[in-house]
C-alpha cells in the first residue's frame, strides 16, 4: 500500500474515533485511554519531560513498527475527558519513518555528538540500537538515544505542550496488511528516574574505585558520577556520557585528601534522578591494601614490584629498591641497614634488542615484532581495564618495558625482607614511595567465584567475577563429569572473566571449573563446578500450504497443510484468531467519500487488533498435519496459523495464514427493551438494549401511525451502527401517537424480526387556533368581555390582553381565564375612556395562540341623577306689573 493510501487510512482512524460509537463510548466508558504513567516503563510509548512529549516505539513493538507511524494529539485539558468526547488533531502530516540518507542521519546527530556516532552508517546504527535494546548495552547508544531513534523511525518528540496539562495521543501504524492503532493519556511533569541505591568506594593507591546497584528502569540511558573535595560540594561530573556499567575507578586522587562522591541515573531525554547517598573515600598514600594487591607481590623463588599507574606518571625519572634482609630481627631495620637493588633507576625501556629479551625466544612472532609505541598503547588501555590478551600473557614483561615493574630473583624461600622504593630525583623523605615487609613465599591466588552460562546450540557463553591484580587471566576447565577429570580447554590465557566454549555436542552435559592465574605464574585452585548444556536452538522449519475448509453440517473447520521439512518436529500448534478483513479501498478514491458501512468495517477491524491476538486452540501438540476446529461461531471470520515444534520445545516461525470465512445463516436476536419519551426539543428519544452477538452490524428503527402496523416507514435513512443505543426521531407530528419497532442487522445483512411495538406520543408543540368573535359591552364602570370557544379539545384557558389605542403595547391583564368561562370583566374602569382588547388561546402543554384582533370598549354613565329639592313658587304682588306672574324656586 502506498503512503499516502497509508497516510489517508491512518487519518481516517483519528476521525473514526468520533464519528464511530461516540454517543456509546461517552456513555458507557467502553475504551480508555491507557494512562501511560501507570505502565511498566518496558509497556510505554509517552514519556514527558514537562515541556515535551516523548513518543517512543516500546521495544517490543519495534519489529511490527517497520513501515512508520503517524500521530494524533488532543489536548490541553485540565481534567480527564471521555474518550468519545475527544477531537483529535494530525500532530504531524506525514509518517514517522527511518533517515536513511547520511546527510540526513548527520543533522539529527548534530554537530556535537559522539565522533564514534558521527562514523557510523545507517546499517551500524541499527546494529548497536537492536542489540542495546535487547539486552547487550552499547555506549554510542546510551549517549545519542534520542537522535538514534528519530534516525531509526522509532520516535517523535512533541514539544508544543503545556508544563502540568493532560494530553491524548493516537497513534496509527501498518502491521503488515492490516492497521493498528491505540490511545494513550499523559499528564506533562517531569518524572523522575530511580535513584541508584547502594553506593560503595574502596579506597586504593591514589584511586578510588566506585560500584553500585544496577537501575533496571527501561528508560535509564546509564549514570552520571559526581564528585567534590567538600561534602557540602560543589559536586561536579566526571563522566563526559553515561556511564552504562555500575562501577568506575577514579584515577589520579591525592593520596590521603578526603573525597565525596554521589550518583545519578540519567535517562535518554537528559533527566536525572535525585542524587544517591553521599559516600566519602581518602586514597591512601602508601600501596598496602589495593583490590587484594600492592607494590610488592612475593612467590618462592622472587619478588615481584608493580610500580601503579598513578605513581609511574607521578615518577617519570624513573625509581630504585632497597633490600634489607632476610631479616629475623624484632625491630624493623633501620634505614642504613638497607641496600641498593638496581644499579639504575627503573625506568622504560627503549632499546629493541633489551625488549625482545624481556618477552623471551618463545613470545610469539607477533609480540616481538611491537614497538615501544604499540607496547605502550596496549599498556595504557589495560591499565584502564580493558582486557588485552597479549598483555595478560606478557604482563611481567610489559610491565618491565614501562619502567613499572622491577624483579628481586636474589631471595632465599621463606625469608622475610624488607624493601624500600625511593624516587630516582626526589630529595629527602620526598623521595620515598614505599617502605613494607614481604616474606618470600607464594601468595595463595584468589579462586573464581560466580560462575554462570548461556547454553547455545553447539556452544556455551561463560562468565565469572573479575579478579583484580595480582591476577591477570584465567583458565577454563572443562569435564564430562562433575568428578572429572578437568582438561584445560583454553589454549592461551584468558584476558577477562569470560569465555565461549565452542564446537559442543547438543544435548550433552558439561562441567566446567573456573582457575585464575596471577603475573607471577601462580594458579589457583579451581572454582566451583558449573553443569551447561548446549541445547537445540534452531526452530523447524514452518508448516506449508495450510488449507482450510467449513462445513456447514457440523458447523466445523478441518485444516490440513504440509508437514515442516525439519526432521525432529514432534508436532504442531494451531493458532486461530478472529479476523474482519479491512474492506479494500481504491488507492484513488477519497477517503471522505467511502460509506458508513465501509467506514464503520475498518473501524471495527482497527478496535479487534487491537485486543485480539492469535489463540492457541490446540490443548496438546497435533501429531498429524490435520486438526478440527469444533469451536468456531456462526458469521465470525477466522485466521488460522500453524507452527511446528521440535523435539527441543523449538517453535517454528509461523506459517501462511488462511482466512475462513462461517457463513451467516442465522439472524440476529430480536432487540428487546425498547421504549422512548418525548423531549423538549420537539421529538421522542427512542432507546433499546443492544444485542450481545458479535456479528451485529446495526439496526432498523421502523414506526407507523396506526398500532397494527400495516403501513411502517424507516426512522433512520441509514442502519444505526452497532454501538448505537438511543435515536432521537425529530421528524413528528405534535401530540401524534406512533407506534415504535425495531430489528437488529448483521454484516452480511441478515435481519431479525421485529421488536414488541411501543406506542409513543410525540410532545404538544402545535399552539391553538386563534380565539374568535371576542365582543365588548361597555357598562357603568366595567367593560365586559365575550369570545366563542375554540374547537381544540386540549385548551386549558383564555389570556385577555389590554392597551390605550390598538397600535399600542398590548399588556396580559388579570389571570387566565378558564377554558370553560367565556367572558371576563375589566372593572373599575373610567366612563367614556376608550379600552382595547386582544384574546389568546393556551393548551394543556404550554402552548399559546396568536393573538385575535384588537377590538375597543368604552364604560358609559348609565344611572339617573338624584331629583331635586321640593320647588317654592312665588306670585307676583298685586297691582305690580308682574302680578300676573309666578317665580318657582329651588336647590
Known amino acids: 500500500m502506498n503512503t499516502r493510501i497509508l497516510i489517508a487510512a491512518i487519518l481516517l482512524v ?194 578510588v574505585r566506585l560500584s553500585w546497584k544496577p537501575v533496571t528502569d527501561y528508560h535509564t540511558a546509564g549514570c552520571n558520577v559526581y564528585r567534590a573535595d ?18 568506575i575507578t577514579v584515577r589520579d586522587l591525592a593520596p590521603g585528601k578526603p573525597v565525596f562522591f554521589r550518583v545519578a541515573s540519567v535517562d535518554f531525554m537528559g533527566r536525572e534522578s535525585e542524587p544517591s547517598q553521599t559516600i566519602e573515600a581518602a586514597p591512601t598514600q602508601y600501596m598496602a591494601e589495593w583490590e587484594g594487591g600492592g607494590i610488592g607481590f612475593p612467590s618462592d623463588n622472587a619478588v615481584f614490584f608493580l610500580l601503579p599507574d598513578y605513581l609511574a606518571k607521578q615518577y617519570p625519572d624513573g625509581f630504585t629498591v632497597h633490600r634489607a634482609g632476610p631479616w629475623d630481627g624484632m625491630a624493623p631495620p633501620a634505614r642504613e641497614d638497607y641496600e641498593l637493588l638496581t644499579a639504575k633507576p627503573v625506568t622504560p625501556i627503549t632499546d629493541a634488542a633489551a625488549i625482545k629479551a624481556l618477552f623471551g625466544a618463545d613470545a610469539a612472532t607477533e609480540t616481538l615484532a611491537m614497538d615501544l609505541d604499540k607496547i605502550k598503547g596496549f599498556w595504557d588501555k589495560y591499565q584502564l581495564g580493558t582486557p588485552i590478551e597479549v598483555v595478560s600473557q606478557e604482563f611481567t614483561a610489559f610491565a618491565q618495558i614501562m619502567g613499572a615493574m622491577f624483579v628481586d630473583r636474589d631471595i632465599q624461600k621463606g625469608a622475610t625482607y624488607y624493601y624500600r622504593l625511593e624516587s630516582a630525583s626526589a630529595q629527602g623523605e620526598n623521595r620515598d614511595i614505599a617502605a613494607f615487609d614481604i616474606k618470600a613465599v607464594s601468595g595463595s591466588v584468589p579462586v573464581p567465584s560466580e560462575l554462570s552460562g548461556v547454553e547455545g546450540e553447539t556452544t556455551v557463553m561463560l562468565k565469572w567475577k573479575s579478579l583484580p591484580l595480582p591476577v591477570v587471566g584465567y583458565g577454563v576447565h572443562r569435564s564430562l563429569s562433575p568428578e572429572g577429570p578437568f582438561e584445560k580447554v583454553n589454549k592461551d590465557i584468558v584476558p577477562k572473566a569470560a569465555y565461549t566454549d565452542r564446537g559442543l555436542t547438543t544435548g550433552t552435559p558439561y562441567y566446567y571449573r573456573i582457575t585464575a592465574l596471577d603475573f607471577m605464574g601462580g594458579e589457583s585452585a579451581q572454582g566451583e563446578p558449573v553443569m551447561l548444556t548446549p541445547r537445540d536452538m534452531t526452530p523447524p522449519d514452518p508448516a506449508l500450504g495450510v488449507n482450510g475448509v467449513f462445513a456447514s453440517e457440523t458447523m466445523t473447520v478441518t485444516l490440513t ?162 454501538g448505537t443505543q438511543s435515536y432521537e426521531d425529530t421528524h413528528v407530528d405534535s401530540a401524534a401517537t406512533y407506534y415504535y419497532v425495531i430489528k437488529a442487522v448483521d454484516w452480511v445483512s441478515n435481519e431479525s424480526a421485529l421488536s414488541q411495538p411501543v406506542a409513543l406520543v410525540a410532545p404538544n408543540y402545535e399552539p391553538p387556533s386563534i380565539p374568535v368573535a371576542l365582543f365588548s359591552l361597555g357598562g357603568d364602570g366595567v367593560i365586559n368581555l365575550s369570545w366563542a370557544p375554540n374547537q381544540e379539545m386540549d385548551i386549558a384557558a383564555y389570556r385577555i390582553y389590554t392597551a390605550d389605542n390598538a397600535s399600542g403595547t398590548f399588556d396580559k391583564l388579570g389571570e387566565d381565564v378558564a377554558s370553560e368561562t367565556l367572558t371576563f370583566a375589566h372593572a373599575p374602569v373610567e366612563s367614556g375612556v376608550a379600552h382595547w382588547y386582544k384574546i389568546s388561546a393556551v393548551d394543556t402543554a404550554g402552548n399559546e395562540s396568536a393573538q385575535s384582533a384588537p377590538v375597543e370598549g368604552m364604560a358609559v354613565d348609565r344611572e339617573p341623577p338624584a331629583p331635586p329639592a321640593t320647588p317654592v313658587c312665588a306670585f307676583g304682588a298685586p297691582g305690580s306689573s308682574d302680578e300676573k306672574s309666578v317665580t318657582v324656586t329651588w336647590t
Request: include cysteine; glycine fraction near 6%; proline fraction near 8%.
Open 230 to 247: 567538600s561534602v557540602d560540594g560543589p559536586f561536579i561530573k566526571i563522566n563526559p556520557f553515561p556511564l552504562l556499567e555500575t562501577e
Open 561 to 722: 497443510w504440509e508437514p515442516s521439512t525439519s526432521t525432529d518436529t514432534v508436532g504442531y500448534t494451531v493458532l486461530r484468531k478472529e479476523y474482519i478483513p479491512i474492506p479494500l479501498v481504491d488507492e484513488n478514491a477519497d477517503i471522505n467519500e467511502l460509506s458508513p458501512r465501509v467506514r464503520q468495517a475498518i473501524q471495527e477491524a482497527l478496535e479487534r487488533e487491537i485486543v485480539n491476538i492469535p489463540v492457541t486452540i490446540t490443548t496438546e501438540l497435533a501429531q498429524d498435519t490435520t486438526f478440527v476446529d469444533t469451536n468456531v461461531e456462526n458469521g465470525m471470520n477466522y485466521l488460522y496459523f500453524v507452527k511446528a515444534v521440535d523435539m527441543a520445545g523449538n517453535i517454528s516461525a509461523t506459517s501462511v495464514q488462511t482466512l475462513i470465512r462461517i457463513p451467516d445463516t442465522i439472524p440476529p436476536a430480536t432487540p428487546v427493551g425498547l421504549r422512548g419519551q418525548p423531549t423538549d426539543n420537539r421529538s421522542i428519544l427512542i432507546e433499546w438494549d443492544p444485542n450481545t452477538e458479535k456479528d451485529i452490524f446495526g439496526y432498523y428503527l421502523l414506526r407507523s401511525r396506526t398500532p397494527d402496523l400495516a403501513i411502517q416507514e424507516l426512522v433512520s435513512p441509514e442502519v444505526i451502527l452497532a
Open 14 to 207: 483519528c476521525a473514526l474515533s468520533l464519528a464511530a460509537g461516540r454517543q456509546a463510548r461517552a456513555q458507557q466508558d467502553v475504551y480508555k485511554p491507557t494512562d501511560q504513567a501507570a505502565l511498566d516503563p518496558a509497556l510505554r510509548w509517552l514519556f514527558s519531560s514537562g515541556d515535551a512529549v516523548y513518543i517512543l516505539v516500546p521495544a517490543f513493538q519495534e519489529q511490527n513498527v517497520t513501515n512508520g507511524f503517524i500521530v494524533a494529539k488532543a489536548g490541553p485539558f485540565d481534567s480527564d475527558v471521555p474518550y468519545g468526547d475527544i477531537e483529535f488533531k494530525p500532530l504531524i502530516e506525514e509518517l514517522v519513518m527511518p533517515s536513511t540518507d547520511t546527510v540526513r542521519i548527520k543533522e539529527i546527530l548534530g554537530d556535537g555528538a559522539d565522533p564514534a556516532a558521527l562514523e557510523m552508517s545507517f546499517d551500524e546504527i541499527k546494529s548497536a540500537w537492536t542489540a542495546h535494546r535487547t539486552g547487550t548495552p552499547s555506549p554510542v547508544v546510551a549517549a545519542n538515544f534520542d537522535a538514534f531513534a528519530r534516525i531509526l523511525g522509532m520516535m517523535h518528540i512533541d514539544r508544543d505542550v503545556v508544563p502540568g496539562k493532560i494530553y491524548y495521543y493516537q497513534l496509527a501504524w501498518f502491521k503488515g496488511e492490516q492497521i493498528e492503532f491505540d490511545a494513550f493519556r499523559i499528564k506533562t511533569v517531569p518524572e523522575k528516574n530511580a535513584t541508584p541505591e547502594d553506593l560503595v568506594g574502596l579506597a586504593g593507591l591514589a584511586k
